[in-house]
């Protein structure tokens, strides 16, 4: 019993120093908290105990930008990201590595590890700097990968302050909105964090009222938040900024009235005062710039520039960059209104530009140059727009924005200048290289790139004329051609203007391009280090001109470099928000890192802006298909008929739209215009006609046309994709239950359901529920191998493509209290899907000690053999 009790002990401090750390958290005293985390950190190496080290280190990570210290956030997460992803680095602390706590720990932690390096690395070199939109993407991913779903969230607010930065306020706001509206159970819940970032982009806009209302109701989500205090604190300061702002005299505390309260943090016990000063950097920050404004509103611009002073060499001390950005703004604008201008003011702004520039924070540069703008009156915070002009001005919307423009009389357009003799026969080189490429013989293109390349570089005299040649040039991207001429000409023609952006924007896509020609001598060939330097160059040139970020994005996608791509298009899209390239580019992006709402927000917001291109409405209205927004879709396809009428699929849409509105006579009538454009393609449209004539309440009409489609054999049925499929036969499941329970129709849509293996986890869950929950239920997966006869190809069941089948395997989802009603529950389904008995079914035990109700949970894909 002896022995036992100094391992007793060294547990008992072990989880004493792990409270103190978390109280101290809640509490705000950071300082503190980091002495007590760095003290758990040092004793579990020394004690080889790995669960306790990564205790520390997270203590010590996830808290050190509220200490101003994003280098120690920074180092921190990587030894944590070390210790989580490496189970031999973990071994290195603890040689007994405990299994079981370990894994517990990475499922939770390994995502909070990532999100922390990610705003480090942002913190330290801005947050739109480069490889910064990865870590959106990357951090989703470990999401995913960990099973920590609910942590999606914080790489959303990632991606708020990431497209800040990138000057980007209307995806800026999206993600803020998403993240108040995901709403998930306990310290994950961020909705505080997403209604005060709307806050703060409406401030930043000028917008006080908007501002107002969002941390108002910020205020009421305060208690829902990890560290309800901490929220309170900040929403309270954010709010004094505002009513100072708006020249308002209100009580905050009457303003505010009462907090929502959470379960860890009564409201009585509530401390009145704030931390004590060194406890809570950040928040002795936050206050400054309060108290810093305060002075400002009250004409005190000196006061307001000294208190700045001291935050703005503190920050650039602790490389905070992107906050010591936003510090340095706010002190050039408090010099501004106490008269600087000039070279005094010069002096403050040069070496924010040059690092605003070097990041690639556009918003800061923005802010910047209004700032720096004599002719514009110096507003509070450097806001991008005078609070009396901005506040309550509603956007309108792009047809509003057009009718406006038609209504005024049109300006002259400036007179153009003649031509140069070189333009003119670049016009004439580009009009025949079009020619020759629908209908050019092989002799014809030498000739023509001889004419070409005989034009010296050295006599080229503007860039539009380099620039024209460049382009022309691209259509010389053939194997037989002389390429490495072809580069070194057009280098010659980039050397001669090497400050201009589009010459050296066209001349990296030109080079980009040659290395893409099959077997080409790459060794001859620009470099990709040397297109990308061409590529970073036009776009640091032309940092407002959309056609280089085009360029560049393009490089990127085709590099494979998605982050790069990323954060090329977004700037584009900024740039020009009706391109239907960026919009669609952008989101490609989007989905394939799971982010459809990205997507479709991305697509909305060019619409809006007036594209007309009926690309980017049909890609919107499928997307919002997917994710279950009907009145969008509606309003996406009306504007892809305006723009490209009588096409098919369109009504397909609209209908679908229609019957989930619940709006069966207008639904009826898409499906009818659709089944008019696409006879050939009943099942696209015949279910949606069955299901408003459900909801039309006509019970004769509907029996009559789901006999006429359950006679159509699925084989046949190679329109749709599987999920279009599903979403038609689950939208017949719900639309049958205005049948009786006993009407056959019901068993036949049944019966199919099954045997083609497309029935949801709706259906099973409805049949489970009829049954009582009891205990001891575990989850099994259920290998079902089904042999199949020549009968095969000919039954309901089959799918386009499986005819050739001779047996598949399925896997099944049962939940029951052993294997062997596992396999039982799996063999009675699987018999109602084909007549001949199973060869085999397999169970396999996943997860138990449920209290649930016994049944088939899922039904699997079908995997097909044909031996």
Not at 545 to 570: D, M
């Amino acid at each position: 019993m002896a022995d036992d009790a100094p391992s007793e002990d060294l547990d008992e401090r072990f989880l004493e120093l792990r409270r103190r750390a978390h109280e101290l958290s809640l509490r705000g005293l950071y300082r503190s908290n980091a002495a007590v985390a760095g003290e758990l950190r040092r004793l579990a190496r020394a004690e080889q105990r790995i669960v306790d080290y990564l205790y520390g280190s997270f203590e010590l990570m996830n808290y050190a930008s509220s200490r101003l210290d994003p280098a120690t956030q920074s180092a921190t997460a990587l030894e944590l990201i070390a210790a989580l992803e490496d189970e031999d680095h973990a071994r290195t602390i603890q040689p007994d590595l405990p299994e079981a706590e370990y894994s517990a720990t990475r499922a939770w932690m390994t995502a909070c590890a990532y999100d922390n390096l990610a705003y480090a690395t942002g913190y330290q070199k801005g947050l739109n700097s480069e490889g910064l939109h990865a870590c959106i993407n990357e951090g989703i991913e470990v999401c995913r990968r960990t099973g920590k779903i609910e942590c999606i969230t914080c790489f959303r607010e990632y991606a708020t302050d990431v497209y800040r930065s990138a000057d980007d306020l209307d995806m800026a706001l999206h993600f803020a909105r998403l993240g108040e509206s995901h709403q998930v159970v306990g310290r994950h819940d961020r909705r505080w964090v997403g209604a005060r970032d709307q806050s703060r982009l409406h401030l930043l806009q000028g917008r006080l009222q908007a501002a107002l209302d969002d941390i108002l109701r910020s205020w009421k989500l305060a208690g829902t938040y990890h560290s309800p205090r901490i929220a309170r604190w900040k929403t309270r300061l954010h709010l004094e900024m505002i009513l100072l702002l708006m020249g308002r005299d209100d009580d905050p505390d009457a303003l505010l009235g009462p907090a929502l309260t959470s379960d860890d943090e009564p409201e009585d016990a509530e401390p009145v005062e704030l931390p004590p000063p060194g406890e809570f950097p950040e928040l002795e920050q936050l206050s400054a710039q309060v108290d810093a404004l305060r002075h400002l509103v009250n004409n005190r611009p000196d006061e307001a520039a000294a208190i700045l002073e001291k935050y703005d060499r503190l920050l650039d001390q602790r490389g905070y960059l992107s906050e010591w950005f936003e510090t340095r703004l706010q002190l050039i604008a408090a010099r501004r209104f106490g008269g600087r201008t000039g070279e005094a003011l010069a002096r403050l702004a040069r070496p924010l530009e040059e690092r605003a520039r070097t990041a690639r924070d556009w918003l800061t540069l923005r802010r910047l140059a209004r700032l720096l703008d004599e002719s514009l009156p110096p507003t509070p915070l450097a806001l991008l727009a005078d609070p009396a002009e901005a506040d309550g001005a509603a956007r309108p919307a792009a047809s509003e924005t057009a009718a406006t423009a038609g209504d005024s009389p049109s300006p002259e357009p400036p007179e153009q200048p003649a031509w140069t003799p070189l333009q003119q026969r670049i016009t004439d080189f580009y009009r025949r290289a079009s020619q020759l490429a629908a209908e050019g013989t092989e002799a014809q293109w030498q000739e023509l790139l001889a004419e070409l390349m005989a034009i010296d570089p050295s006599t080229v005299q503007l860039p539009d004329e380099a620039a024209g040649l460049l382009i022309t040039a691209h259509h010389f991207k053939k194997q037989n051609a002389d390429l490495p001429a072809v580069w070194s000409w057009a280098r010659r023609l980039g050397d001669r203007f090497p400050e201009d952006p589009a010459v050296q924007s066209y001349l990296a896509g030109l080079g980009g391009e040659l290395r893409d020609v099959p077997d080409a001598p790459l060794a001859q060939l620009p470099s990709p280090e040397d297109v990308e330097r061409l590529h970073r160059r036009a776009m640091d040139l032309a940092p407002d001109q959309p056609g280089v970020f085009s360029l560049a994005g393009r490089y990127y996608l085709e590099a494979g470099n998605q982050s790069e791509a990323e954060r090329c298009l977004a700037r584009g899209f900024r740039l020009d928000r009706t391109s239907s390239f960026f919009a669609l580019q952008l989101a490609r992006i989007y989905q394939q890192s799971d982010r459809p709402r990205d997507a479709m927000a991305a697509l909305d917001l060019c619409l809006r802006e007036g594209s007309e291109d009926p690309a980017v409405s049909w890609q919107a209205a499928t997307l919002a298909t997917a994710l279950g927004q009907w009145e969008p879709v509606l309003a996406y396809i009306d504007h892809y008929e305006a723009h490209s009428p009588g096409e098919p699929w369109a009504s397909y849409f609209k209908a679908f739209a229609l019957v989930k509105l619940n709006r069966p006579d207008e639904a009826l009538d898409a499906a009818v215009e659709e089944g008019r454009r696409s006879p050939e393609r009943p099942f696209a449209w015949q279910p949606l006609a069955a299901a408003a004539t459900a909801a039309k309440g006509d019970l004769d009409g509907f029996r009559a046309k789901m006999a006429e489609i359950l006679a159509q054999p699925l084989s046949g049925v190679d329109y749709l994709t599987p999920r279009g499929l599903v979403q038609n036969l689950e939208m017949l499941r719900t639309a049958v239950a205005v049948l009786p329970a006993d009407d056959p129709i019901r068993s036949r849509l049944d019966a199919l359901l099954l045997s083609s293996g497309l029935a949801t986890n709706e259906y099973f869950d409805e049949i489970r529920q009829l049954g009582e929950p009891v205990p001891d239920v575990n989850f099994y997966e259920c290998v079902v191998d089904q042999p199949l006869d020549e009968s095969w190809a000919s039954s309901p069941g089959c799918l386009a493509g499986e005819d050739d089948w001779t047996a598949y395997t399925i896997i099944w989802g049962i939940l029951a209290r052993d294997e062997d009603e596992a396999r039982r529950i799996a063999l009675a389904w699987q018999g109602r899907c084909y007549p001949l008995p199973a060869r085999s079914c397999e169970a396999e035990l996943t997860s138990s000690g449920y209290r649930d109700k016994v049944g088939v949970v899922w039904q699997g894909m079908r995997e097909g053999r044909t031996e």
